[in-house]
């Protein structure tokens, strides 16, 4: 039988209970399912001036391109998608 201090039963019990906190993290971590953040492709815009690429969901028709002003419209193939 081995002797036990008390310095030695401490690092035990802290490094056990760090251990058992980290395999629940790593158990727990791997379930979480992280939120996919899709745009539209509707919502993507691409200036015809300055060929700025930006996205307004509000608008569907005409948008008006936050860089240069202007205002572009979705070509009929565009607004289907
Ligand atoms: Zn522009």
Redesign the pocket.
Known sequence: MFRLDVTMAIFLYLTSSLLAIFALWIFFERKAVLPKFVREKADVWE?T??A?TYVDSKHHEISQ?P??K?YNKKSPEERLL
């Open positions: 200036c001036i300055c700025y391109c860089q240069c202007s």
